[in-house]
């Protein structure tokens, strides 16, 4: 199970990963390189990495951060805490809409550094993460993720940056995200959940971290009984839209209420359609619907904060990328109403 929101909660299912919601720094000045670099040693002082591997995060974070601000003007980094398998690592999302680069590979040497490419440092990216994952293409920016774990943590930190997963960017002006999401293993199956809380703030937290709750908890079931378990367990709350798919072997099933968009891109875009209602508000009528799937398709998931039509066509092999990296592009280009953002993807790469 990942649980991207509720910091501490306790999935109650084995295999289980848990997220903090994270923290967005805005590189839109050299002065604030040093600032997120400072938050990203610190955090992996807290999490135990050492004071050595801290100093290692510390630059990796700054390469990006100064990359952001000299070759792209700006971006945005992500910090946010993983912990699975009895370990914790962090993550670092590093995003900005720059010139991009033609060839990643090239750019990973140390000190490459030519007009139209980032350049500097990334070579700083297999010589010290965990894993990584970037994309990036000719006038379409960049975005780089970076894991660090300490040496008893690695393989299961390398192994989630290809799992399922989704971020959360709070509405500007908010300190805390009113959407959220999770991803749970039942044997065979992998079932993701998407919950926007009604408005902003804390309230609209407390409904979709309730539904995140109540999601964790539930027994092995399908989309319908999931969106049906939420909606009970949040009628105390303001509602949310919710929305579940579940991917066993070569099915998609998807069921939801509300205004959480989804899509099943491959060799043509399927639109996943959710039925009007909020969840905890009133009795919802909730069907289910059933899509054949392939290796390679991503199944993608994301509250209103994006607009209805996120899609992955326009970016040349993105697909094939981490998660992380793919909800990141997502949120960028797509994450532009004003309103929390939540984008979740769901790789078809056959049964756990």
């Known amino acids: 199970m990942v649980a991207v929101s509720a910091p501490g909660a306790t999935p109650v299912v084995p295999d289980a990963e848990l997220l903090g919601d994270g923290v967005w720094f805005t590189i839109d000045h050299a002065s604030a390189v040093g600032g997120v670099r400072r938050a990203a040693q610190a955090a992996a002082v807290r999490l135990g990495l050492g004071e050595d591997r801290a100093a290692e995060v510390g630059l990796v974070v700054s390469e990006l951060a100064t990359n952001q601000t000299l070759h792209a003007g700006s971006g945005t980094v992500l910090l946010r805490v993983r912990r699975t398998a009895g370990h914790a690592a962090l993550e670092v999302l590093a995003v900005d809409a720059g010139p991009g680069m033609r060839d990643v590979s090239a750019a990973m040497r140390d000190g490459v550094s030519t007009r139209g490419t980032l350049g500097i440092g990334l070579g700083t990216l297999p010589r010290l993460t965990t894993a990584w994952d970037a994309w990036s293409a000719p006038g379409a920016g960049t975005v780089v993720a970076a ?66 709750r109540a999601f964790e908890a539930a ?94 066509t326009p970016y040349a092999g993105v697909a094939g990328h981490s998660p992380l990296v793919v909800a ?19 790789p078809v790469v056959g049964t756990r």
């Open 147 to 212: 894991v660090f774990a300490s040496p008893g943590g690695a393989d299961a930190a390398a192994r989630a940056l290809r799992e399922p997963t989704g971020i959360l960017r709070p509405m500007t002006g908010q300190t805390v995200c009113g959407d959220a999401c999770a991803v749970r293993y039942d044997g065979g199956a992998t079932t993701v959940l998407v919950a926007d809380g009604l408005g902003h703030g804390p309230l609209a937290a407390l409904a979709s971290r309730a539904a995140v």
């Open 328 to 346: 990141g592009l997502l949120v960028r280009d797509f994450g532009t109403r004003p309103d929390d953002a939540c984008a979740l993807v769901l």
């Open 219 to 312: 027994p092995d079931d399908g989309p319908v009984g999931h969106v049906r378990r939420v909606h009970a367990a949040i009628s105390g709350t303001r509602g949310a839209a919710v929305a579940v798919a579940r991917l066993e072997g070569s099915t998609l099933r998807h069921a939801g209420l509300g205004n959480i968009a989804g899509a099943l891109v491959g060799t043509r875009v399927r639109r996943l359609m959710s039925h009007p209602g909020i969840a905890g508000s009133h009795s919802p009528t909730v069907r289910e619907t059933s899509h054949p799937v392939e290796r390679g398709d991503v199944v993608l998931l994301h509250s209103d904060g994006l607009t209805d039509r996120a899609d992955l």
